[in-house]
Structures are given as structure tokens and as C-alpha cells.
């Protein structure tokens, strides 16, 4: 499968509604709106929008997720949008225990309404701790508060179709590509945030933080350090001069690098035949998917989440490799896996820049953590899904807005004291 092109990209997006009556009547249905959302689930069951899945893959090219080419992709290192202007400060690291994050996906996601977002990417950081997890459930209960404490963390970026990075013309989807300008100096031991600081010695390696230098020194910077000191002309371990190389890291903990395919999900609608499904070139079997997402059924409580998993794993089971499931309307909502543990309109914050609302955007399975070779241990990182809200005008803005992630995990997962 060849890369999509920007405008192919461009028409799989789920545009927001234009007509004002309909937009005046959501709002008067936002305030009165509070607690519960069931009665619009039942509602609006019978008018569900259009979905948009995700499929992991290996790329075909090393060029192929490079920054120019506008990627949607999944572990890894990001390709940042603007590559300059990167999020920086608290904004970098897991509010629960102060480690950087780490790159969990990105979806290239332009609006055709906007000439600001005529390219536009929406990013998500989490923190590889399970336990931060369950205290980040925990925290994004608390309606609005003033400094949230978070360990998943979303970054919306967008550009208009002139601006300094990228040429006005689509790319050619090939490795003659190449960006205007040169991206910021990144971190060597992740390769994700910024590296604004130096090792004191050799005045060479860059990183992000005091905790990665130090786990740099630990890993093999220490006997390199000297060599490099005596020898200036040496380049940083990953340059990424005008954009045109992958680049390249110390940290062997990222994530395996993957490309993301989309697909409509009306293509599933049919029901495959079991010859047609062992025929299917796909990376995991069927089967062996449906086991590990029935595992989870025995633990629900109530017969109320009993009924949402085996609602949630119906609609899975189409297409059951699909990692992401993107819809951004007005009107969408999430595939919940659950029936407890939705948030109710008032749980969700206005945007923090415009104060506009927010609408869901797309929500991320767990089947992504099979990809990523994530053991199914105790301790291991796990959630039911992570659902991505957004502002619904993707305001304006220079550099990378914060937008908000709701997280539901499976009542397997134990609980805190």
C-alpha cells in the first residue's frame, strides 16, 4: 500500500457541522447536560457517524515517516509538525512522577474548512507507568482544576499551507522530499523533546533532561564522552540535517516504529467468511486477537459492563487489528468499553486557549500494545481505550496546543488506597 497523499489524507476527515441552528441547539444541549449522557447515547444510537480506523504497518521506506511527509504513525520517535517551536518545560514530562514522556502516536489530521489547518497533527505522550496510569484516572475525575496532573498528554499543531517549514506543494511521496528549514536539536536518549541542555564534558551530547543524561551516562555515554570532547568536528548522534534522515537514538525502551494505514470502516460492515479471513495477509490472527480481548470479559462488574464489552467487542471483532478509530463530528462519540467510567459532558474542560468546547476526535485501543510487544503482566501498561478530545474550532496559535485525553481502564486493574 502506497503512501497517501496529502489530499487523499485530506478527504478521509470527518468535517465539523456548518449549519448555526444545529450548533445553537448543541449548546443549549451542553448546559442542560450535566451528570448523565445515557439518554443521548440511546438517542443518537441510530445516527452514528462515520469512522475512520487505523492500522499499524512496517514502513516500506525509512523517508516514508519522515517530518516532510506528513505521517501518521505509532511508536517510535515523532515527526513534529513544527519543528521548531516544540512543546517544552512541564509540558515534557508525566505529572505524577516528573519522568519525561515517552512517544506513544501521531495522526495527521487537516481540516479542509481552515486555511490554518490546512496541515494539522494531533500528538500523544503517556508516562510507561501503569501505576501513573491509575492515578491519572483517578486525577481526571476532578472537574477543571487549575494545575491538572496528568501522564497522558495530547499536542494539537497545525499550519497553514504557506509557512516556513514545508514547500506549498504536496510531496512527492518519495526521498527527494526535503523540508525548508532544519528541525530543533533533540534529546540523544529519546529523540523526542527538545535538547536544550549539554553534557558538561564533551559539550557534544544534547538532551532533554537531567534523568536522560544520566541515563545516557549509564548506558555507554561515559566512555564515548572523552573521545568526543578531544574531537569537536564529531556530529550530535542525531543530527537530522534539513530533515532528510531518520533520526537516531540511545534509548533501546521507545516503542517499535510503525506507519498508520486508514481504512473506512463501512469496508468491514460484511461479515468475512472463514476462508476469507485466513486468506487475509494480516500480522495477528483473528482468533488470537479475540482471545486476549475476551480476556478481560470475566473481570468486568455488572452485568451493565458486561453488556457495553460485548457491544464494544462485536464492533471490534470486524476489523479486529485496528489500533485507532478516528471521527471528529460534533455529533461522534467513542466506541466505550464500558459503560461505567464515561465522562459526562460537564467532566470535560473547555478548551484552555480559547475557552471554546471540545469534541472527541479519536480514541485509541489496546490492541496498539500488542504491536508494541507490551507483556500482559501485572504491572505491565494496559487500558480498556484512550480517547482524544480536541477544541472543536482548533483555535489558532503558534506551536503545539495541549488538548484533553480521557482514559478508561478495564475494573481488572487494581484499584489505588
Not at 80 to 98: E, I, K, M, Q, Y
Not at 297 to 317: C, H, P, T, V, Y
Request: aromatic content about 8%; overall charge negative.
Amino acid at each position: 500500500m502506497e503512501i497517501a497523499s496529502v489530499e487523499k489524507l485530506k478527504g478521509l476527515q470527518i468535517t465539523s457541522l456548518d449549519d448555526e441552528e444545529e450548533e445553537e441547539e448543541q449548546k443549549a444541549q451542553e448546559i442542560a447536560v450535566d451528570e448523565d449522557d445515557d439518554d443521548d447515547d440511546v438517542d443518537e444510537e441510530d445516527e452514528e457517524e462515520p469512522v475512520i480506523l487505523g492500522f499499524v504497518e512496517k514502513p516500506d521506506h525509512s523517508w516514508s515517516l519522515l517530518r516532510q511527509q506528513f505521517p501518521s504513525k505509532a511508536g517510535g520517535v515523532p515527526a513534529w509538525l513544527d519543528p521548531d517551536n516544540l512543546p517544552s518545560g512541564r509540558s515534557c514530562v508525566c505529572d505524577l512522577c516528573g519522568q519525561p514522556l515517552q512517544f506513544l502516536l501521531q495522526v495527521y489530521v487537516p481540516l479542509v474548512e481552515k486555511e490554518s489547518t490546512f496541515h494539522r497533527t494531533v500528538f500523544v505522550f503517556m508516562c510507561l507507568s501503569m501505576n501513573c496510569l491509575l492515578r491519572d484516572q483517578h486525577e481526571q475525575w476532578k472537574r477543571h482544576p487549575e494545575k491538572p496532573s496528568r501522564s497522558v498528554k495530547v499536542f494539537r499543531c497545525q499550519l497553514p499551507r504557506a509557512n516556513a517549514f514545508y514547500s506549498s506543494e504536496p510531496p512527492k511521496g518519495n526521498k527527494s522530499d526535503k523540508p525548508l528549514t532544519p528541525e530543533a536539536p533533540l534529546c540523544n536518549w529519546c529523540g523526542t523533546w527538545k535538547g536544550d541542555k549539554f553534557c558538561s564534558n564533551c559539550k557534544s551530547a544534547r538532551y532533554c533532561s537531567q534523568k536522560h543524561q544520566a541515563m545516557h551516562w549509564g548506558a555507554g555515554h561515559k566512555p564515548q564522552c572523552q573521545q568526543l570532547s578531544l574531537s569537536s568536528q564529531l556530529p550530535d548522534s542525531n543530527t537530522c540535517i534539513g530533515g532528510t534522515a531518520a533520526i537516531k537514538v540511545a534509548s533501546k525502551s521507545l516503542w517499535p516504529e510503525y506507519e498508520i494505514k486508514n481504512e473506512h470502516e463501512s469496508e468491514y460492515e460484511t461479515e468475512m467468511s472463514e476462508d476469507d479471513a485466513q486468506a487475509n495477509n494480516s500480522l495477528v490472527s483473528k482468533s488470537g486477537m479475540d482471545d486476549s480481548m475476551k480476556s478481560l470479559l470475566d473481570s468486568f462488574e455488572g452485568d451493565s459492563d458486561r453488556k457495553s464489552w460485548a457491544s464494544f467487542q462485536e464492533r471490534i471483532a470486524k476489523a479486529p487489528e485496528q489500533v485507532l478509530r478516528y471521527c471528529r463530528s460534533t455529533k461522534a462519540k467513542p466506541l466505550w468499553p464500558m459503560s461505567s467510567g464515561r465522562p459526562s459532558k460537564a467532566d470535560l474542560p473547555k478548551c484552555c486557549y480559547c475557552g471554546g468546547p471540545l469534541c472527541f476526535e479519536f480514541q485509541i485501543l489496546p490492541q496498539l500494545l500488542y504491536y508494541f510487544g507490551v507483556k500482559n503482566d501485572m504491572d505491565s501498561l494496559d487500558w480498556a481505550t484512550i480517547v482524544v478530545y480536541t477544541c472543536e474550532a482548533s483555535c489558532e496559535g503558534v506551536g503545539y496546543k495541549e488538548e484533553f485525553a480521557w482514559i478508561q481502564l478495564s475494573s481488572a486493574s487494581p484499584n489505588l488506597p
